[in-house]
């Protein structure tokens, strides 16, 4: 977990990326890397998602950080892997779900919003806990839940901008999963890909201000 967790940790941001194409998925997601933003969750929503997972690796290897979101079924936590995804994010846990995601060795994280939720998780093994949708509570929410788990690998996913992103970090994520401030769909169908790429740019300065 630790190597998994640290490769995690040094990419900062998932740019979780939707698309109505996987041509479109492609394009989008070298627009986020040449932003600077070189981690990519393709979520199972986008058509031929595994093909998008495989081609991204090809084309960009170590360089990049790529996986799979929105894993649902067993067969797509398979799939993916096969695709040769890193990590697989699903937006809840489901215990035979979690554990089929987990069989493939690759990063697991899964979905949670409560305590209860939070504390099945990590019972179940995950290496990262998404808090989602992290927006309902903002990184107030993310800092309250580190009294009961203080050591726990918390990712928040959804509402995560580059004005906040440093609030976030400051309570604890270990990660940031960017969805509609950074993959926007309405600049994807559109082909928009330098607005794109300024969106990952934003979100790569506002990463590297909180490292400083």
């Known amino acids: ?13 998932l740019a979780v990326l939707r698309a ?28 031929d998602a595994p093909a998008v997972i495989r081609e991204l690796v090809a ?36 215990p035979d ?41 903002g990184p107030s929410y993310l800092g309250s839940l580190r009294g009961p788990f203080p050591d726990a690998p918390l990712m928040p996913t959804g509402g995560v901008t580059p004005d906040n992103l440093a609030a976030w970090f400051a309570v604890g994520a270990v990660a940031a999963g960017a969805g509609g401030d950074l993959a926007n769909s309405a600049s994807i169908a559109a082909s928009d890909w330098a ?5 990952s740019a934003r979100f790569a300065a506002a990463l590297a201000a909180v490292r400083a």
């Open 97 to 137: 779900l979690t554990r089929a995601m987990i069989d493939t060795g690759r990063t697991v994280m899964t979905g949670a919003m409560t305590p209860t939720e939070v504390m099945g998780a990590l019972e179940l093994g995950v290496d990262v806990v998404k808090i989602f949708p992290a927006s309902l509570g």
């Open 20 to 47: 109505p194409s996987a041509a479109l998925a492609l394009e989008a997601a070298e627009a986020i890397i040449r932003g600077g933003v070189t981690g990519i969750e393709v979520t199972f929503s986008t058509p």
């Open 195 to 199: 607005d794109i790429e300024q969106r």
């Open 59 to 94: 084309r960009h290897g170590e360089e990049a950080y790529i996986g799979a979101g929105t894993v649902t079924t067993a067969a797509q936590a398979a799939d993916a892997a096969a695709a040769g995804a890193e990590f697989l994010v699903s937006p809840g846990t489901l």
């Open 1 to 13: 977990m630790t190597d998994r967790l640290a490769r995690t940790r040094a990419t900062g941001i």
